[in-house]
């Protein structure tokens, strides 16, 4: 977190002096002693959220060639004569915990062309796909365990 609170400084100041750094690394020191001393922050969720940012960093890789393997998917599906679009809408249970990652799945299924999440309550969503075929595996797709392993990391 102090790196962090190091590195926003140095860009809201726009440029890198050796003062400007100084300074910088007090009032970073004084901001993480700040958090740690009266908010109940720990050092050791530093580890945890370096952890979790590179698997993020991971997830949104992984979602960007998702993303571009579903628009072939899709430009097959309705410029191809011979194919048929089935549309589906599909009801399936996740193991997510948090908040965050079951938004972050619903957001992620939103994003991949040809599907679009209707309804998240709980743990429970509701998807329409453009065809039957992209609704296959949708309850136990990578983003389900990517999120899943992003959860487990202590």
Not at 64 to 69: R, S
Request: hydrophobic share 55%; charged share 20%.
């Amino acid at each position: 977190m102090f790196v962090i609170f190091f590195l926003i400084w140095i860009i809201f100041n726009g440029q890198f002096t050796l003062e400007i750094a100084l300074f910088g690394l007090v009032i970073s020191g004084a901001i993480y002693w700040f958090i740690c001393k009266f908010l109940g922050y720990k050092p050791a969720n530093d580890i945890i959220l370096c952890k979790r940012f590179f698997l993020m960093l991971h997830y949104v890789f992984v979602l960007l060639i998702e993303i571009l393997k579903a628009n072939g998917a899709v430009f097959k599906m309705i410029y191809s004569e011979k194919y048929c679009l089935e549309p589906a809408v599909v009801h399936f249970k996740t193991t997510l915990h948090t908040t965050f990652a079951r938004v972050l799945l619903a957001n992620s299924i939103t994003l991949t062309p040809g599907t679009i999440t209707v309804s998240l309550k709980d743990d429970e969503y509701v998807v329409h796909c453009l065809d039957k075929e992209l609704a296959q595996g949708i309850d136990s797709s990578i983003f389900v365990k990517l999120l899943e392993r992003i959860e487990n990391v202590k």
